[in-house]
């Protein structure tokens, strides 16, 4: 009687990237010496990264893992919570909240401008005193295990937006640090402030970083930003920001 052993190798590919990965690699690949073969066949990822809207024919001689890569674009999401301050200030802590505090206005705000993104509705404004929020990314918990993190060092992109108010000037820090598990920096991307004077064009601009083959032993991310005004006046005329992310893997995927 025939089984499924006896199909061939490119109908037993089809039916396998069916599956779910984590089915694959759990399962799948210890039932017999055959399908561990088969799963570890790297027509049978990129067949799933057909599937999943993942692959493009231009890749073809750029990945050497297509499972890696795979696995990456599956993963792949921004990994700051509450960007857009549609949670007031849930998962942000706030390291500094001086003169009139951190505030969350709705765009365009006063003497402000709209987002380039229609989704992206709120945004968070400091004051005339120092203001400074962060997230720390532990990575593990996110689902990018240790030896991924150590071996294949995924590029990890930053980016932020950030503007001022057409009335006043402000100034707008961001640092970004790879730490390791005893929070000592690996690298770091910490670009000089950015001093807005007044009577701007208060448009929304894009910070963007991307970090690349980092020391090993990363562990965790540690994303901070913030600023204030620069003419001291009360309540919040300080640099605005909103839509920030952190996102690990391909860019290919976008």
């Not at 229609?118 to 689902?143: D, H, M, N, W």
């Not at 309540?235 to 893997?249: D, E, F, K, L, Q």
């Amino acid at each position: 009687m025939a089984s499924i052993g006896d199909l061939p190798e490119d109908v037993l590919v089809e039916l396998l990237s069916l599956l779910p990965a984590r089915d694959l690699l759990r399962t799948c690949r210890l039932v017999c010496t055959q399908w561990r073969y088969v799963v570890d066949l790297t027509t049978l990822w990129k067949r799933k990264c057909q599937r999943d809207g993942f692959y493009r024919q231009s890749l073809d001689r750029s990945i050497s893992d297509w499972k890696i890569f795979y696995m990456l674009c599956r993963l792949k999401r921004n990994l700051i919570k509450n960007p857009c301050a549609e949670e007031n200030f849930q998962h942000w802590t706030l390291e500094k909240n001086e003169g009139d505090e951190w505030k969350i206005e709705d765009l365009p705000g006063a003497h402000g401008n709209d987002m380039p993104d229609p989704a992206v509705r709120k945004y968070f404004v400091t004051s005339y005193g120092p203001c400074f929020k962060s997230q720390l990314i532990t990575l593990e918990k996110e689902g990018y295990w240790n030896q991924l993190m150590d071996e294949k060092r995924p590029e990890i992109t930053v980016k932020d937006w950030y503007a001022a108010r057409f009335d006043c000037g402000c100034r707008y820090e961001l640092a970004v640090r790879l730490l390791s598990k005893d929070y000592i920096v690996l690298e770091e991307f910490h670009p000089e402030p950015v001093v807005i004077e007044q009577w701007s064009d208060a448009r929304w601009r894009e910070i963007c970083h991307t970090f690349q083959n980092y020391p090993a032993g990363v562990r965790y991310i540690l994303f901070q930003h913030g600023g204030q005004d620069t003419q001291f006046w009360a309540g919040w005329y300080g640099i605005r920001v909103t839509n920030s992310s952190v996102t690990i893997g391909p860019q290919t995927s976008l």
